[in-house]
């Protein structure tokens, strides 16, 4: 498709965040059908909190998979095309089809851009000998296979120097990692490391607390401030750059588990809507844009200084529809936004940590009890509940 389209809205990404907000605008404003238009190629749609279980074998990858042109809601037009240039300064974009669309707002929800390619030789490496990640549809079956072939030696989980998406994952696969070897009797002759370019385990101190008793318990060697540059896959071989000094160091892997560098994807870091890093540059309260009144953004690609989950997306959502809203009918955007976000942290086959907390780091939980304790029924609800709430609330915008 090429040529000029004119909508009310467009709204850039069909992750989470896109799809929430479309289904909300389309339930709350009728006048609206038929004015949005969602732009996205992809064909497929993951529910990707998932994937930390498939990785694990305690999940299918196939349950986390649905065809996109399931969940576009009804009244919204999807262009099957890629964005490749905002003009903001004229109301317009462009795909890279060459078809402009011209709107009166525009919701940003393109998510994060995962750099294999910033660690030399990953790329090359990734999906195979021990060389596994969570983070990609078509590689998170080779974590379960890097598991079951484990014989014992060195296991490393990694976590990079960039903000990523679901912050605690790099971790819960390590811990699921270390019961599974318990199970198949290598963990005596394992060594679990975790190479963090964090400074520590986990920014909330109540939850930080809970996961340092989890990795002293599991007798795991926690490495800080230690980001992965390189993987030379001949010889098995990590290398680990510190993070204050520069200094390299070369470790072994029998498996690496690797969380990618990650940043904002390339078409917005370019723009003129990105701050400095490259993100959209928000509000982080309204998540209107700071410099085109018109335009909003939430979830991954904005520069909301809150984890990256999808927990977040769930909150976010709300907040921009009733804000874009009164922004049309010419009234006060009075809802805001508190950073809330969620982690629940897996420590193993049937426990969970469930984190909540707020931009300053404040626990913001959910339920009557201490949710830095690890519960069987914490985890339940991420593995059985969490999916259902998904694809049947949270996508459909009644939750």
Not at 80 to 109: C, H, M, R, W
Not at 190 to 198: G, T
Not at 247 to 276: C, K, N, W
Request: charged share 20%; hydrophobic share 35%; aromatic share 10%.
């Amino acid at each position: 498709m090429s040529g000029n389209k004119q909508y009310t809205v467009a709204i850039v990404g069909a992750g989470s965040g896109g799809i929430s907000v479309a289904a909300r605008l389309v339930r709350e404003a009728a006048h609206l059908r038929g004015k949005i238009v969602l732009i996205d190629p992809a064909e497929k749609h993951y529910y990707q909190p998932l994937w930390t279980l498939v990785g694990a074998g305690a999940a299918k990858k196939e349950y986390t998979e649905r065809d996109q042109s399931s969940l576009i809601p009804k009244g919204v037009d999807w262009l099957k095309e890629s964005v490749i240039a905002f003009e903001p300064d004229n109301n317009q974009l462009t795909t890279d089809d060459g078809t402009t669309i011209s709107y009166q707002y525009l919701v940003v929800a393109a998510g994060i851009q995962i750099n294999w390619h910033k660690v030399v030789g990953l790329k090359e490496a990734i999906g195979k000998d021990g060389v596994c990640s969570n983070y990609s549809y078509d590689y998170v079956s080779s974590t379960w296979e890097s598991l079951q072939n484990f014989k014992g030696g060195n296991a490393i989980f990694t976590q990079p120097n960039t903000p990523i998406k679901c912050g605690g994952a790099p971790q819960k696969i390590m811990y699921l990692a270390d019961d599974y070897f318990r199970k198949s009797g290598v963990r005596e002759k394992s060594n679990v490391i975790f190479a963090s370019a964090s400074g520590g385990i986990f920014a909330v101190k109540k939850y930080a607390d809970a996961l340092n008793q989890v990795v002293e318990r599991k007798n795991i060697t926690a490495k800080y401030k230690k980001n992965l540059v390189v993987i030379d896959a001949d010889n098995k071989n990590a290398v680990f750059e510190d993070v204050d000094s520069g200094e390299r160091e070369t470790v072994h892997y029998d498996m690496i588990h690797v969380t990618p560098p990650m940043g904002p994807p390339d078409f917005i870091a370019e723009s003129q809507l990105a701050d400095e890093a490259g993100w959209i540059d928000v509000d982080p309260y309204t998540l209107q844009h700071k410099r085109y009144d018109n335009v909003f953004s939430l979830g991954d690609c904005s520069n909301l200084p809150t984890s990256k989950t999808g927990a977040a997306i769930r909150k976010q959502a709300p907040v921009t529809v009733y804000n874009l809203l009164n922004l049309m009918r010419n009234k006060e955007m009075t809802q805001q936004y508190d950073g809330y976000t969620s982690c629940p942290l897996v420590t193993g086959y049937n426990s969970l940590v469930l984190a909540e907390f707020d931009y300053d780091n404040n626990p913001m939980e959910s339920f009557p009890f201490d949710q830095s304790k690890e519960r069987y029924s914490m985890f339940l609800m991420k593995k059985n509940f969490l999916p259902v709430m998904y694809w049947d609330g949270m996508l459909k915008g009644v939750m």
